[in-house]
Nanobody
Framework: QVQLVESGGGLVQAGGSLRLSCTAS????????MGWYRQAPEKQRELVAT???????NYADSVKGRFTVSRDNAKNTVYLQMNSLKPEDTAVYYC?????????????????WGQGTQVTVSS
């Protein structure tokens, strides 16, 4: 199917910055939406930001003005630039992608998740 590999998490002080990357691989035909979600301990997974193939972006209110999502469609890669980080941004960040892949016989829809990358912001 389609695999997502994330990188870029880590430990940073409040006010600092991090950049996450996620690349999709496999027999990809198209990737319609790529984005980021996060899950803090004992909380539900929530949307952070998404970007469509035509450049439309969507952000959670809590990250607007601080985070920027971008895509390199040629590389099937999505980035999340996180600035002015706060302790409440601490979570495991998951990459998500939706699109179509070639199964060898047919084109099929896919929805995939990455393995998650830890982001920890210290106060």
């Amino acid at each position: 199917q389609v695999q997502l590999v994330e990188s870029g998490g880590g430990l940073v002080q409040a006010g600092g910055s991090l950049r996450l990357s996620c690349t999709a691989s496999g027999m990809i035909f198209s990737v319609n939406v790529m984005g980021w979600y996060r899950q803090a301990p004992e909380k539900q997974r929530e949307l952070v930001a998404t970007a469509t193939s035509d450049g439309t972006t969507n952000y959670a209110d809590s990250v607007k003005g601080r985070f920027t999502v971008s895509r390199d469609n040629a590389k099937n890669t999505v980035y999340l630039q996180m600035n002015s980080l706060k302790p409440e941004d601490t979570a495991v960040y998951y990459c998500n992608a939706e699109g179509a892949y070639y199964s060898g016989t047919y084109y099929r829809d896919f929805g995939s998740w990455g393995q998650g990358t830890q982001v920890t912001v210290s106060s």
